[in-house]
């Protein structure tokens, strides 16, 4: 099913919900950021393009929509 730990993803559903400002209506935002900072260290800078581990990134989505809606 997942090429990724399920520590890892419990581990970034909880940095997405620490989030300043966290609300149900930018998670998509939010986890897109939650896996900028673990790819690249650091979060994304207002114009930042570097890439994300985009499967990672629907994952983290999927699992997060599924444990608040």
């Given at each position: 099913?997942?090429?990724?730990?399920?520590?890892?993803?419990?581990?970034?559903?909880?940095?997405?919900?620490?989030?300043?400002?966290?609300?149900?209506?930018?998670?998509?935002?939010?986890?897109?950021?939650?896996?900028?900072?673990h790819?690249?260290?650091?979060?994304?800078?207002?114009?930042?393009?570097?890439?994300?581990?985009?499967?990672?990134?629907?994952?983290?989505?999927?699992?997060?929509?599924?444990?608040?809606?």
């Amino acid at each position: 099913m997942s090429d990724y730990s399920e520590y890892l993803i419990k581990s970034l559903i909880k940095k997405v919900k620490e989030y300043p400002r966290f609300s149900k209506e930018e998670i998509e935002k939010l986890c897109w950021m939650a896996v900028h900072e673990h790819k690249h260290g650091v979060l994304p800078s207002e114009y930042d393009i570097r890439e994300i581990d985009e499967d990672l990134y629907l994952e983290l989505l999927q699992e997060l929509k599924s444990k608040i809606y």
